[in-house]
């Protein structure tokens, strides 16, 4: 017998799949004559745009493992399109959001992205945020000619005409942080990530790095998404003696892994833990205390210094509470749907080809600076950032990038990566 989580996988597929008989309402649907002319062979748009609303999706976790990191994503895209409607919307129409609870599962994922595409109509999703969440989704995307926006950093190696990734990939988060380490005189790493796709994938590319560069891999361990248990590791972790560890944990695995490496006397000081997966919401739910002094790479933090973020953050504490605190998943999900409705107007249509078509070049002024979307590989450009988790929660940063760094999801211009995306 197939496993349980196989069985429903093929389930939801069979469920969304099937690019006939969508869903009807009503009205103009969008895409029909873009994908007849393109000859895609996709299903036809049952979005309608007669009216003076136009409906998209948020697709989060809101329960499960994931929901620590997940629900502050979910309040900036609602942030996001209540400042849209109040600014007259998208060419004209007022945006009507349809929320899904994708339940840190990635067959409820799939389910629900073509519940949103089929019977909702959305003209487009927003969220994921595990790499098997985003690899479940994928193909209902790609079979029913939909757009999804993708936040959250990810291992690369994968481009969809139908996902724009707003988060960083790889030589835009984990390379400049090997950097960042290697330059800081760091010769051996420990890694420990959580058992799935981003994770193993990331390490796989960390450990050519490395191989490359001179630097030693001392341990690599693995634990399920969600797992509490971290005193066999940290022990592993102790007794390796490396410079670093390269943190690739998801979700509230990250509480109990900084716990039980503080209670075991593991300090920053002397074995500081790069994460990649810890922002300020993380922070909080971590405990500052268990975290201060270890190190992040991102592309946002809350302290990141220009106007627009001034202004995001004080808007975001004014509409959530002064406690709440901004991060770079959930600002990279705001600045999505500002991109969505750039490349919308830029085509002056909702057509998903047309969208496509108009998406090179897109720029917006984002709290992090400004970012823009490159139409071939459907990235868009970002800068650099390592910080250092503060006692009060915040992370403020100690090195960045000259700039915005061009998206290379394949790791193209990286003579040691040849053959990662192969193997």
């Avoid at 899904?100 to 487009?124: M, N, Q, R």
């Avoid at 990250?254 to 300020?280: C, D, H, Q, R, W």
């Avoid at 991102?298 to 302290?303: G, L, M, V």
């Avoid at 509470?321 to 500002?338: F, I, L, N, Q, W």
Wanted: glycine share 10%.
């Amino acid at each position: 017998m197939a496993p349980k989580h196989t069985t429903r996988l093929a389930h939801a597929l069979a469920l969304v799949l099937p690019v006939a008989a969508l869903a009807a309402c009503g009205g103009a649907k969008v895409g029909e004559a873009g994908a007849a002319a393109a000859g895609t062979g996709t299903a036809s748009s049952c979005v309608d745009t007669t009216g003076d609303t136009i409906k998209i999706g948020l697709l989060n976790s809101r329960s499960g493992t994931m929901a620590i990191s997940e629900n502050t994503v979910y309040d900036s895209l609602s942030m996001a399109a209540d400042e849209i409607n109040a600014a007259g919307g998208v060419l004209g129409k007022k945006l009507q959001v349809v929320s899904e609870d994708g339940a840190s599962e990635p067959t409820v994922f799939a389910e629900k992205a073509g519940k949103l595409i089929k019977s909702d109509c959305v003209a487009a999703v927003f969220g994921g945020w595990t790499s098997a969440s985003r690899k479940a989704m994928l193909p209902v995307f790609e079979a029913n000619n939909s757009l999804l926006f993708y936040p959250v950093q990810y291992e690369g190696l994968e481009a969809s005409k139908n996902i724009f990734y707003t988060g960083a990939t790889t030589n835009q988060q984990i390379i400049p942080a090997l950097d960042y380490l290697k330059e800081q005189g760091k010769t051996s790493l420990f890694l420990v990530g959580s058992d799935y796709v981003f994770p193993r994938t990331a390490n796989k590319i960390i450990k050519a790095y490395a191989e490359a560069n001179g630097m030693e891999i001392k341990g690599e361990e693995y634990t399920p998404l969600g797992s509490t248990d971290f005193a066999t590791i940290v022990n592993k972790v102790r007794s390796a003696g490396a410079d670093a560890v390269f943190n690739t944990l998801n979700g509230d695995s990250n509480v109990a892994f900084f716990k039980e490496y503080t209670n075991a006397g593991l300090k920053a000081e002397s074995m500081p833990v790069l994460s990649v997966s810890i922002a300020e919401e993380e922070v909080s739910g971590i405990g500052a205390a268990n975290v201060a002094g270890q190190l992040t790479a991102w592309n946002y933090y809350e302290t990141t210094d220009n106007p627009q973020n001034k202004t995001f953050v004080a808007d975001f504490k004014k509409r959530y509470g002064a406690g709440r605190v901004t991060s770079d998943p959930m600002e990279a999900a705001y600045t999505s749907m500002y991109l969505w409705k750039g490349m919308v107007e830029k085509a002056n249509s909702f057509d998903v080809p047309a969208i496509q078509a108009a998406a090179n070049g897109v720029s917006f002024d984002a709290p992090e600076g400004k970012v823009t979307v490159d139409g071939e590989n459907h990235h868009v450009s970002k800068t650099a950032r390592i910080g250092k988790i503060q006692p009060n929660g915040l992370i403020d940063q100690i090195w960045s990038s000259d700039g915005p760094i061009q998206p290379d999801p394949f790791l193209k211009s990286y003579a040691w990566a040849q053959g990662i995306a192969n193997s």
